[in-house]
């Protein structure tokens, strides 16, 4: 299954490779001066953690991350070489294997440099540590009143060998709000916290701080390096920064289904769980064979999109766990007609964004929450020919 012109599915997500290098391109030209860290967590976002992270290395990505340290023992057992970060851990993670994976691991507080020292010197190999500072976001991260025993503790494990400190980084809270009052404090307090540990003697390869929306919008952002996630995937971090093709981004996925039934029902006749919908006149129904288990969110009931025999429909109804209804308004399209719920919009379909609004969310969760019985059919694997 190397094209869309395979055997029919039930459902497919497309991923387009070539898209996702020409986004890993487009956001090193936002980001010039800095490197890029392809973030690949949750399956790259629901797009396959190998085939895209083979993909943004090609297009010069020269960092991958990913929140959990298993995602980041995957890439590298798959044979993925070069910088892997991770940086989401709980005490008992796997420090050693990852030690001996040669990752970069966050470390937002003593607990942490205090395993990860003892599974570098159970290793007898130097660990890779990144300090993480919370200057504002309120998540993971070492507060600033905690920071100079952090530095402090890390500096006297990277003088036993135990460890180096590779990374200085933290987290942006509003990024994607153009204008926040939020961002200018928190970029200086990043610079005041890098400066401590510098002034201590630390010496990162990488400082950064940049997501998405900060590679996008926020050059004072970009440091050494920009963490970018979404973009990547072509989608926008919200619509009031703009579409993915203001930033020169194309989305990655599309998902489409084979309509597993079209029939003739009369005026009046409830659709679905709840009889939420009940026909307006004659007309005839399509159904999708997608529902609340392959992801589709139920809050899109009633509102979700579809592009079906080239009109846009809207699901009628309740979705349920494996399907849902569209209203085809008497047309007719044969029974394993192509229905495409979102993709890069140029064909005339809706896109992830359009079922973010729809369900009352972001993009992010509609592309990452595609379930694992959903096929990912990557398509333009290999680069040839590319800039
Ligand atoms: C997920 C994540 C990112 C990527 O965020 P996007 O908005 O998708 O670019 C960057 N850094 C950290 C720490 C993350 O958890």
């Known amino acids: 299954m190397k094209t869309s012109e395979a055997a029919p599915l039930r459902a497919r997500a497309e991923i387009d490779l070539a898209a996702l290098r020409a986004n890993v391109r487009a956001l ?87 395993e990860v020292t003892a599974a570098a010197r159970a290793a007898g190999v130097p660990a890779r540590v990144q ?60 610079r005041e916290m890098v400066g401590y540990a510098e002034e201590r003697g630390v010496r990162p390869e990488v400082r950064h701080i940049a997501n998405s929306p900060a590679a996008l919008t926020l050059p004072d952002s970009h440091f050494d390096l920009v963490r970018t996630g979404i973009a990547m995937y072509g989608l926008s971090p919200s619509p009031e920064l703009g579409a993915p093709a203001d930033f020169g981004l194309r989305p990655v996925m599309t998902l489409a289904a084979s309509l597993a039934l079209v029939k003739h029902v009369p005026g009046g006749h409830g659709v679905s769980y709840g009889h939420h919908y009940v ?63 979102f993709g890069p919009g140029d064909r005339g379909e809706p896109t992830a964004e359009d079922w973010a609004q729809a369900a009352g969310t972001i993009a992010y969760e509609i592309v990452t929450r595609i379930g694992t019985r959903v096929p990912r059919v990557h398509v333009n694997v290999n680069a040839e020919r590319e800039a």
């Open 28 to 114: 090193r030209a936002h980001a010039p001066g800095a490197q890029l860290m392809a973030v690949v967590k949750a399956d790259a976002y629901g797009h396959g953690a190998l085939p895209c992270a083979r993909a943004a290395l090609a297009a010069g990505a020269r960092w991958l991350g990913t929140a959990t340290p298993e995602e980041a023992l995957a890439l590298r057992a798959a044979g993925i070489p070069g910088r892997i970060m991770c940086w989401l851990w709980t005490p008992g993670g796997p420090w050693r294997e990852a030690v001996e994976a040669d990752l970069d691991l966050g470390v937002s507080g003593l607990w942490a440099l205090r």
């Open 131 to 190: 300090l993480k500072a919370d200057t504002g976001l309120g998540r993971n991260g070492c507060s600033p009143a905690d920071w100079p025993e952090l530095v402090a503790e890390a500096l006297r494990a990277e003088a036993a060998g135990l460890l180096r400190i590779t990374g200085l980084w933290s987290h942006l809270a509003c990024a994607d709000e153009p204008g926040h009052p939020s961002v200018v404090p928190q970029l200086a307090r990043f």
């Open 279 to 341: 026909t307006p006149g004659d007309t005839t129904l399509g159904l999708v064979p997608l529902g609340y288990a392959d992801g589709i969110p139920r809050h899109a009931s009633g509102a979700g999109p579809v592009l079906v025999g080239g009109k846009w429909r809207t699901v009628a109804g309740r979705v349920a766990m494996d399907q849902f209804v569209v209203d085809l308004g008497g047309d007719e399209p044969p029974v394993g007609s192509e229905a495409v719920l």
